[in-house]
């Protein structure tokens, strides 16, 4: 049975994920994105994928169905963030890839990210360590 002081830690951990999501969709925001958008961004980029991964990839990713992934590629497609590619092997598939703005703006919330995680580093460490 968890004790009452792992109780308290967990709910310390907890609070400051929440609080990381919430500076995290502020970044995001920031750099004229939506979290969502930031999140799409980084599937692509972080896909070990040859050419860039497909839609199913990066809805998988997301945890959303492919639908709703292909949405969010139309948004960031028409604000130059992203581009749709045919696969060079078979033209029925398409592959994702971000622009120069893409990385650009993915490249800036990454680093404003590590830093957060870097700061954030000692507070979370000794939590995880006592659980």
Not at 88 to 97: G, S
Request: charged share 30%; proline share 5%.
């Amino acid at each position: 049975m968890p004790s009452d002081e792992q109780y308290r830690q967990l709910l310390a951990f907890r609070t400051q994920l929440r609080r990381f999501d919430h500076w995290s969709r502020e970044a995001a925001s920031e750099h004229g994105v939506t979290h969502a958008q930031h999140q799409l961004l980084l599937a692509i980029r972080g896909s070990a994928s040859a050419g860039g991964p497909p839609i199913g990839e990066v809805a998988e990713a997301l945890l959303v169905r492919p639908h709703t992934a292909g949405e969010l590629v139309d948004r960031l497609a028409s604000g130059g963030f992203v581009e749709r590619v045919q696969d060079d092997a078979d033209h029925r598939r398409v592959r994702l890839r971000l622009t120069a703005e893409g990385e650009r703006v993915l490249r800036d919330l990454t680093s404003v990210h590590l830093d957060e995680l870097r700061r954030l580093g000692p507070v979370l460490g000794p939590m995880l360590d006592d659980l």
